[in-house]
Every structure is written in C-alpha cells, then in structure tokens.
C-alpha cells in the first residue's frame, strides 16, 4: 500500500518534470532529477500533527480557498502551513509529505507578510518553478512555519488565485 502511494507519487511528480523539461536548462535538469532520485528515497513524513498553542500564544492564520471564502485558524509557533491546512481537510495535496521535493503546497502569500517570511533556500526555487499559477509572493507551504512575526498571515491556495494581486487580499 505505502509503495504503491509512493510510486504515484514519483509518477506525479516525473510528469510534471517531463512537462517543464522544454523549459529547463541543462543545469536544472539535472536538479530536477536529483529531485526524482529524493523522492524514491525520502521517507513519507506523517501530517496534521499540530502542537496545541500555550494561552495567550496563539498565532492566527487565514487561508483563501478556491472558492473564495476564508478559514481563519489559531495554531502554534513552529506549525507549518501545510500541516495547518491538512489537519483543517482544506485542499493542499502535499504530495512529497513536506520534503520539499514536489509543488503541491503551493501557496501564495498576503504580500503584507511575504518579507516576514525566511527566504526560500535552493531546492525550494527549483520546485516553485514548476508550480502552476506562479507569483511573486509564492511560497511551498510545507516550508513555511508560524512564527510571531507572521501573527495573522493570509495565505491564499492557487487555483483561485491566478494574476493574484494584492487588493485580492483586501
Ligand atoms: S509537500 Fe511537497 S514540496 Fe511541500
């Protein structure tokens, strides 16, 4: 059964390479296999284990879904966005299970608190390459964790969210 998931998985993630491999320059192409290779050997990380904020440290999260409505969470310092939306069953796919190795938990960030956000380091650039519906503010929610300084972060999930600006955050 796991193996079976884990094979949909590569096979997911080997089409999405094929269809971006006009795209690609000799260099992240080979990136892009690196990847693949991760995939066959990262193990599965378990989801929706969220720590239970201490009174009074409640962090605040709002996610956009694709219809256009809002879900505002409280959760705790260190959560990551992935966990955050799967454990509330909105639509973040997390393919990879948060190894930075696909772009399923592409999201895009309330451009308000983009900058409060630690940069995306190089394995994170290589996979938002390939997220459909990029922007400036994109980010891999698995690689995106609650600190205070993102108390009130609105992020948005991207299929509603093509040429996404800021005033869709208003
Ligand atoms: S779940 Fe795959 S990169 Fe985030």
Redesign the pocket.
Known sequence: MIRRSISQICRRSWSQINRTNAALSPRNHHRHLHHRYQLHTSSILSHGHLHKPKPGEELHVTFITKDGKQHKYEVAEGDNI?DIAQANNLD??????????????HIIVDPEYYDEIPEPDDD?ND?LDLAFGLTETSR????VKMTKELDGLRVALPAMTRNLQSKDFN
């Open positions: 992935l973040m796919e997390g393919a990879c299970g948060g190894s930075c190795a696909c772009s399923t938990c994170e996979m891999l929610g698995c690689q």
